[in-house]
């Protein structure tokens, strides 16, 4: 990537600049450091371009221009830099005219005697891939990573990814760069995000370019993500900025700087023998590799630098590419907040509104819904501590309740005692598949497992529930290292035994036990609509979205354990049986049921 910078055009300056390799600084002129050469910028809608002056320049125009491959002018817009001094700059930001797709273009932008352009710029879609760590594992380390790399050559997906930092880091941000999707650069990507730009690219326009900023630290929680002052608005807010408040209490830096650099060398010394090892024998187990080096040194030292921080990551990376025109936003997070999952639904819905008011839009936020997974450890001995059933819960919950939010059901995803599961492409290509029908109006992608409509109970303890999206209704597998073993398929698809089933039952003393399910295929519409049904999804009734009854179907429920059953669950566990799927594959999210009977007493049955 070369960025000239020189006089402006027509300036009475007879000598010009020499090209620079610092791409984003021109004499007075910065440009925020997202923008370089190769980079795509956001068809359809007004795309800002911004930075700073230095100070003594508040007030100066700045212009910006996209320019064909003849050098004519495509668009143009200037704006004038504020007179405001924040942090040293004078802040500018410049609104171009929305564009169609296309490109390569030039992008030039100037200020007074200075200008900085950028070249091989495309139009298309814009995406921008949050979290932790499962959306940072790169391509490199995933699942069948190597077929992916030989075949990921692609000129128009493209990927940017932020320097992960918890401070702001001018060096890192000069060195990051726009790149094409290649054998030899997409081993850096995020895999989740390469998979789901490969399916955007397969599915919509071969010409639209796809673009993908990474914006992501491993074991960041979602106060990293959030600002002090969205925290300190709520109690669980005000928790996180306690504890890190607690944690770095009279220390020094010199404290901070040795605590830090012993954490860092055992963490260095650990992912060079885990990688070593893994190099040497690609399949072994972590238990294995756990025996020989140790469990994962976990957590870091907090500092007052660090990225880990509450709002750290908000400042140091989410705020220096705001507002960089986006199509919306993938999350993949909340591993990190499990001790305190209870406020993790508050949280989550307070940093989308947040995020969407940075961008001044209401952005589509694709979620990903935790897959399973349990600490072997914590398996054998208190066992399931049942809190990823609530992160699960916020997530799903959000996207019901949130405008515009969408959440994907990975419970047949996950390794039993790996948080980091290397199937990125599950996740991935579900994701772009929910972006294609939700964001890009594609009907006839399926995106939907089996959800429940309603339930009623029946005579001898029996619960009957109605699902819509269930063509195909059937069981498969269990848990999801069991999906591909022969017991498994040798399992029945419509009956599966208390053990295997995920489906639990309790009465009033609220102790589960599991339940035999059986399945129903020929349910007709008339058992929904002249049965005493419990609706507990109006959307899906005649109150609202037609019913096709070809998608109906049905499965009783029934344990002698719990003879007059109050509540429900389906796949309530950190790591357990979730066997529900329909004919597309697609696996049914966790849900639970209050099984008090609301219908009217009146009701024909």
Request: overall charge negative.
């Amino acid at each position: 990537m070369v960025t000239a910078t020189g006089p402006a055009p027509g300036s009475e300056m007879t000598t010009s600049a020499e090209p620079t390799e610092d791409r984003s600084t021109s004499g007075v002129l910065h440009v925020a450091a997202i923008f370089a050469s190769h980079m795509v910028l956001q068809r359809n809608k007004p795309i800002a371009v911004f930075g700073a002056l230095d100070a003594d320049c508040a007030g100066l125009e700045v212009s910006a221009e996209i320019r064909d491959f003849d050098g004519s002018v495509i668009v143009q817009a200037h704006a004038y830099a504020s007179k405001e001094i924040k942090n040293g700059f004078s802040p500018w930001r410049v609104m171009l005219p929305a564009q169609p797709e296309g490109g390569p273009y030039t992008l030039r932008v100037t200020a007074g005697n200075d200008f900085i352009e950028y070249y091989d710029v495309l139009i298309g879609e814009v995406w921008l891939a949050g979290g932790q760590s499962n959306m940072e594992l790169e391509l490199r380390n995933s699942e069948d990573a190597e077929e992916a790399l030989d075949n990921c050559a692609d000129p128009l997906l493209r990927f940017y990814n932020v320097p992960k930092t918890g401070v702001i880091n001018r060096n890192a941000e000069h060195a990051a760069s726009w790149q094409e999707s290649s054998p030899e650069n997409s081993g850096v990507m995020s895999a989740v995000a390469y998979y789901f730009a490969r399916k955007l690219r397969d599915e919509l326009d071969s010409d639209l370019p796809i673009g993908i900023i990474d914006c992501y630290i491993g074991g960041t929680s979602i106060s990293c993500w959030t600002s002090e002052d969205a925290l300190n608005s709520s109690e669980s807010g005000r928790g996180y900025l306690a504890r890190y408040e607690q944690a770095i209490a009279g220390k020094t830096q010199e404290q901070f700087d040795l605590e830090y650099g012993e954490w860092q060398s055992r963490s260095d010394t650990w992912n060079a023998s885990i990688a070593a090892a893994r190099e040497d024998d690609p399949d072994v187990t972590w238990d294995t590799l756990t025996q020989q080096y140790g469990e994962c040194p976990w957590p870091p030292p907090m500092t007052p630098t660090s990225q880990w921080r509450p709002s750290g990551a908000f400042h140091a990376m989410l705020e220096r590419i705001v507002p960089y025109s986006l199509a919306g936003f993938l999350w993949y997070q909340g591993e990190e907040d499990e001790p305190y999952c209870g406020s993790y639904r508050e949280l989550l819905g307070m940093m989308i509104g947040e995020w969407r008011a940075l961008w001044s839009e209401s952005l589509p936020f694709l979620i990903v819904q935790l897959p399973q997974w349990i600490d072997k450890k914590v398996d054998e001995g208190d066992g399931d501590p049942m809190l990823w059933p609530v992160l699960r819960e916020a997530q799903w919950d959000a996207a019901q309740s949130i405008d515009n939010v969408f959440a994907i059901c990975t419970m047949d995803c996950g390794e039993y005692n790996n948080i980091h599961p290397v199937d990125k492409r599950t996740p991935g290509e579900r994701l772009g598949n929910c972006a294609l029908r939700q964001v890009y109006g594609m009907s006839r992608i399926p995106v939907y497992g089996p959800t429940v409509l309603g339930f009623r109970c029946d005579e001898g303890g029996r619960v009957r529930l109605f699902f819509r999206y269930a063509h195909g209704l059937h069981f498969s597998g269990t848990t999801p290292d069991s999906f591909g073993d022969e017991f498994a398929k040798s399992l029945p698809s419509l009956v599966r035994l208390p053990e295997r089933s995920g489906f639990e039952l309790a009465g009033a003393d609220g102790v589960f036990h599991p339940a035999y399910a059986a399945i129903f295929v020929d349910c007709d519409i008339d058992d929904l609509v002249n049965a005493k049904v419990n609706v507990v999804d109006y959307n899906a009734t005649e109150f609202g979205i037609p019913i096709n009854s070809r998608s109906i179907g049905t499965i009783t429920l029934a344990t002698p354990e719990v003879p007059q059953p109050v509540m429900m669950r389906y796949a309530w566990r950190s790591w357990g049986p979730a066997p529900l799927f329909n004919d597309n594959k697609l696996p049914a999210h966790p849900f639970k049921l209050d099984l008090t009977d609301h219908t009217d007493s009146d009701y024909a049955e």
